[in-house]
């Protein structure tokens, strides 16, 4: 058994207001409660002797694993084969369906002898608060009740319990078509015992779970030539998005490292304007119009909450219920992953200024047809407001779209987005008849632009380039002709496509950009961006490359784990890497893939 199973090692299970990461080998080592970004329960993916676990798994370990989701949901089953018998564990979490926060959550993980006969082991080791705090422990045959701090968790099972000091050990032999389960419960200090465990409730509740999803991908309306990766992609989503205000996180994880041993390991457990922003594109190319509305409400609450205060209208971040307050600090008792330190929680780059995200917002208001808060007179003072203060405010240097902590530059790709957001106001102002300074707007959209040509260019690259004064070429200037900043077909887009092959590109992979030419305050490197592969095949897509854009496309499902999902990035190794799986990661891939959709139905015709 590996100390630190591989970042991909891993599937994913939630419900709609938390989640957890199951690796192939039997083992829960991550969940935090009773929110995303709550503390953990276990960490063992951050520090394997300190930081807790949940194994669930057959005794014999040297089975050959095979991890699969149920077709069309967010149910994982492991299956573990050897001569002597198949065994399975399933593990799937009962999903919110009342949009109202709870503190109580469920971790349902039942297994089965499907052929001969398994002796199946079971090990729970919470470690409430990151490991910081202590537990009292209480066994009584088949429930063991855990009490820290603040919260009570209870493991209940079909077969009775034994206490390993304050932690629980277990095991059950199962013969074939046999099956048990084991249940943890946690939720707030007062939180009541559930009802007993029985096999036929565990499938009951397995069964409800199945339903629930599968009833959910058939309302999609995508009908192309990649169903399992889209709706794989589009069930990641949704597993990261809190139900109860539609905000998604960027990554169910915190701390692991963009290189292992590096320092770039941040806690990813909130949700960016910018990345909720360009959901709303890829739920409605999907026809999930319920969840990109509730994001823009969501949205349109921020801009709300900031009515009459002096400063920037919104933050590049929040925590899922809207709060802007996300200190970042060590966890210095943690090892990290793979001895990948500091081990951060919260994130520093809330305070920073990043232009950007205004054109992303206004980019989900127009895509959604949504004038901020339903189409409110009060919600589009709102927009409008911002939109006022952004004519007074674009034209300085920000820290930009990938958070560098190097200082603050002319970022071309944060002028884009700023144009973005004046184009976009426009067009609403008209299609609805709003009061606006059209005049102002205007005149900043037109300024922006020129400047943008002007100072942006490079000549000697024959491309737009990162910042003003810079020949480095950056990957997300490819969302250029998605936001029609420039038309992609134009020479000007072509030639920095171009480029960005040349520079940016190697074997169809993207980096973001090159750390050594470009400094960003931070030790060590990084691989390549998953993000920027799936918005380099849009661009390719939109560009008219359809060979060379089908061709990538297709070469990175090779580089998903063995259940579909991404992280962050893949490593010179193709490993993957950072935090675990990235929403933005997945909403790139469903653009990329309805756009080549589109392109090659073009073709056709």
């Not at 013969?175 to 009541?192: L, Q, R």
Request: aromatic share 10%; proline share 6%; with cysteine.
């Amino acid at each position: 058994m590996n100390r630190y199973p591989p970042i991909a090692d891993h599937g994913l299970v939630g419900d709609l207001q938390t989640a957890a990461l199951v690796s192939y080998q039997g083992d829960v080592d991550w969940f935090a409660a009773p929110r995303f970004d709550s503390p953990s329960v276990f960490a063992a993916l951050l520090d394997h002797d300190r930081g807790g676990h949940f194994l669930f798994a057959p005794e014999d370990r040297s089975t050959t694993c095979k991890q699969l989701y149920y077709p069309d949901t967010a149910v994982l089953v492991t299956r573990f084969m050897s001569p002597d018998g198949v065994g399975e564990v399933f593990d799937c979490m009962p999903p919110d369906r009342t949009g109202t926060p709870t503190d109580e959550h469920v971790l349902i993980r039942g297994v089965r002898a499907v052929r001969g006969t398994v002796r199946f082991t079971l090990e729970c080791r919470p470690r409430f608060d990151y490991a910081r705090a202590t537990h009292r422990l209480d066994v009584q045959d088949s429930t063991a009740t855990f009490r820290a701090p603040d919260v009570t968790a209870y493991l209940q099972s079909t077969f009775p319990l034994q206490r390993d000091g304050t932690d629980v050990r277990s095991s059950v032999t199962l013969k074939a078509g046999e099956v048990a389960a084991a249940v943890f419960t946690v939720g707030g200090p007062d939180c009541a015992l559930p009802p007993p465990v029985t096999p036929d409730r565990a499938m009951e509740r397995f069964w409800d779970v199945v339903d629930f999803w599968q009833r959910w991908v058939r309302s999609s309306r995508y009908h192309g030539r990649w169903p399992g990766v889209v709706h794989r992609s589009a069930i990641t989503l949704k597993l990261l998005t809190y139900a109860p205000t539609g905000a998604p996180v960027a990554a169910a994880t915190m701390g692991l490292p963009e290189q292992i041993g590096g320092e770039r390991n941040w806690d990813y457990r909130y949700t960016w304007v910018r990345d909720g922003s360009l959901s709303v594109r890829a739920l409605l190319d999907l026809g999930f119009a319920e969840e990109a509305a509730q994001f823009t409400r969501w949205m349109g609450d921020r801009l709300q909450a900031r009515e009459g205060v002096d400063g920037e209208p919104l933050q590049i971040m929040y925590r899922v219920d809207g709060d802007p307050q996300v200190p970042e600090e060590i966890l210095s008792h943690l090892e990290g992953y793979q001895g990948s330190h500091p081990v951060r929680l919260g994130n520093a780059a809330s305070d920073q200024l990043q232009l950007d995200i205004y054109g992303e917002a206004l980019y989900a208001v127009s895509e959604g047809h949504q004038v901020a808060q339903g189409g409110s007179y009060h919600g589009w003072k709102n927009l409008a407001r911002t939109l006022d203060w952004l004519a007074d405010s674009w034209d300085r240097p920000d820290e930009g779209i990938w958070e560098t902590r190097g200082g603050r530059q002319d970022f071309t790709f944060s002028r884009v987005m700023a144009w973005t957001a004046f184009d976009r106001g426009l067009r609403l102002a008209r299609e609805y008849s709003r009061p606006a300074d059209a005049l102002k707007w205007t005149a900043a959209r037109d300024t922006i632009l020129e400047q943008v040509m002007e100072r942006g260019w490079n000549e000697k690259e024959q491309a737009l380039v990162q910042h003003y004064g810079s020949d480095v070429l950056d990957a997300s200037l490819l969302l250029i002709p998605r936001v029609g900043f420039l038309a992609p077909r134009t020479t000007s887009w072509l030639s920095t496509l171009d480029a960005m092959e040349r520079t940016l590109v190697s074997d169809s992979l993207v980096y973001r950009y090159d750390p050594t030419a470009s400094p960003d305050g931070l030790r060590g490197s990084e691989g390549t961006f998953s993000l920027c592969t799936f918005l380099y095949v849009d661009a390719l897509a939109l560009a008219g490359r359809t060979r060379l854009a089908r061709y990538a496309f297709e070469k990175m499902q090779t580089y998903a784990n063995h259940v579909g999902l991404f992280a962050e990035e893949i490593g010179p190794s193709g490993e993957q890497l950072g935090n675990f799986p990235q929403a933005f990661t997945h909403l790139s891939l469903i653009m990329a893939a309805t756009t080549l959709d589109d392109a090659l139905d073009q073709q056709r015709e």
